[in-house]
């Protein structure tokens, strides 16, 4: 398989993912017709069954990793496409958690099937596609490729509960532009998908204060969060609560833990 036909293949699983994620279907039936009616086209009777384009999808998206071993300047010329495919991704809800929530999520409405079909193939889509767009995308950045764990971490979430709300912006608000670069729902997004390898990448990231930052914010998001948040930035937990910071970073665990107190004795 060529490279760019496993950009081609992500293309595919980030514009289909998106069919599902507008439309929301509550039955195989009508996950079947949105394939067939939006993806497909009347033109393609010879289609394959929608589970098994989901496969074929997922294989190609994950023989793209196989790229991320060759030289930096063997892929650059792809560069613009894979911008592209980022920005597609953004448009089409892949990166924000409230709306690709469908994805992680069942209702009682929802049938069982579908329930099912849900959990085998579309979560498992959403992962692979988001896998490769952090794979190549790192490669053509040229950051240090992440395990394919902290690759896929985008599937898990772990929406901010309510009443902490106001302290996820505190800590925005104290860090952004100190030790990162990131609007509040850029860093909401980060936050609820336990997902800091952009922020961890950037050119002048401090990399100690965000790696304390997510020790931090596991006081609120709690551990198995903070083990897939540590992840993504290629730590262990206990290298985040052992990050050599300043005194600002220790204020701010201070801070943390008051409003959390006081939210929890009211």
């Not at 069942?106 to 979560?123: N, S």
Request: include cysteine; hydrophobic fraction near 40%.
């Amino acid at each position: 398989m060529s490279y760019s036909t496993g950009l081609k293949a992500l293309e595919d699983g980030i514009i289909l993912l998106s069919v599902f994620i507008q439309n929301k279907p509550k039955t195989m039936a009508e996950a079947c017709s949105l394939y067939h009616t939006y993806y497909v086209g009347a033109w393609n009777g010879d289609a394959p069954a929608l589970a098994d384009y989901m496969k074929e999808i997922r294989t190609r998206c994950k023989s793209l990793a196989a790229f991320t071993k060759e030289r930096k300047e063997d892929v650059e010329g792809y560069s613009d496409t894979v911008r592209g495919l980022a920005a597609l991704a953004e448009r089409c809800g892949l990166n924000d958690c409230t709306r690709y929530a469908y994805i992680n999520t069942g209702k009682a409405d929802e049938e069982q099937e579908l329930r099912e079909w849900k959990r085998v193939h579309l979560l498992a889509l959403f992962a692979d596609v988001s896998a490769a767009l952090a794979n190549i995308g790192e490669k053509l950045s040229g950051k240090q490729a992440a395990s394919s764990k902290a690759a896929g971490i985008a599937a898990h979430s772990y929406p901010i509960p309510a009443k902490y709300m106001h302290i996820i912006r505190y800590v925005h608000d104290n860090l952004n532009d100190v030790a990162f670069r990131a609007t509040e729902s850029e860093f909401g997004t980060a936050v609820e998908n336990a997902d800091f390898s952009w922020v961890y990448g950037q050119q002048k990231a401090v990399k100690n204060k965000i790696a304390y930052m997510i020790y931090i914010l596991s006081k609120i998001m709690g551990d198995e969060w903070y083990g897939y948040a540590s992840a993504s930035i290629g730590l262990e937990k206990k290298r985040c609560s052992g990050a050599n910071v300043e005194a600002d970073m220790v204020n701010i665990m201070g801070e943390v833990q008051k409003m959390k107190q006081k939210i929890n004795a009211g």
